[in-house]
């Protein structure tokens, strides 16, 4: 199989699926997962301080709390560009999920997950420093969702260049985000998590910000999910912007004629060491009852209580698989 971007090639692995575990009254969604298996990169992957868990051990990982945690009617694919070694491989062939190689001599392969043919309704795209908790309540109404983050938009999203060179719209009618701060926001952050973690916790606003999105975690119509990937690979192409995450928010604008929704709290829910603000505002989410769907665990270390409780389970299966 062949595009105009690159060749791919297939190492399927078909299991029967767990049909009991997906509710297929549901759409049918393609939650992607991009990884590379080299040493070299480790460096540069989101993951705990120790650097121990390489991208291998924490897709595993993510793929038992899914399949444990996650109900509706999904299938779960492993993108990846260098070749797995083979030690790994014939472990994840164990698993019930489709592995795609693509054959792109780059790192940052999000951008071409987009443009991979999949027979489904809506893409999922995950990074893999994640675990499922609970099962998340898309409103497939919305043809995207994003979370929030904080980019340079005075450099960046008002530049009218890229808007002109994308062929794409401005959006309008939205609120700003303010830069961010190490005090309350950091980077990453689901800054929806931080804005109205004042709030009733399970509330989300009325209200949209500008859609500065961050690719942790990006949900699109299929319909609308090549004309996304091909617009991320020009940017990068024009710009050199390695994964295409600063125009990703104002593509999914342009091509859903504005139709895309924040995930609700406690979707990609953020956790860091290194910031104790956000684990100050995680900590009082959860011990008022809010609910977490799906655990971003950027850098926690292996004594940190929410590794414990809600990491350790998982690496410990992720373990037992790769050392049997």
Known sequence: MKSIFFKIYYHINYMKSKKDNHNLKHPKVAIIVCINDLITHRKNIHTNDVKSINFIEQFVMLYYSIK??????????????????????????????????????????????????????????????????????FDFKYEAYG??????????????????????????????????????????????????????????????????FNCGAILIANKHSMTLGKKLLEYRKIYKAPNSQDVIGIVINHITNGNWMHFNKGFNYYINDKHESVTKIMKEYTNNGGKI??????????????YIKYVKKYHDMCKNLLNS
């Open 68 to 137: 444990e945690n996650w109900h509706f009617n999904y299938e779960i694919y492993m993108f990846h560009s260098y070749p797995i070694r083979e030690k790994y491989l014939n472990k994840l062939k164990t698993l019930d999920i489709n592995i795609v190689q693509i054959n792109e001599e780059e790192y940052f392969i999000r951008p071409h997950s987009f443009c991979i043919p999949i027979n489904c309704d809506f893409r999922l795209v995950l990074d893999t420093d994640m675990i499922a908790v609970n099962d998340p309540n």
């Open 147 to 212: 979370m929030y983050s904080t980019m340079d938009y005075e450099k960046l999203y008002m530049n009218k260049k890229i808007y002109q060179t994308l062929g794409l719209t401005v959006p309008q009618n939205y609120k700003y985000i303010p830069p961010a701060d190490s005090d309350n926001i950091y980077g990453n952050v689901n800054i929806i998590e931080s804005f109205y973690s004042q709030g009733t916790v399970n509330e989300v606003p009325s209200e949209r910000y500008f859609p500065t």
């Open 293 to 306: 769907y799906l655990l971003h665990y950027l850098r926690l270390q292996f004594d940190n209580p929410y």
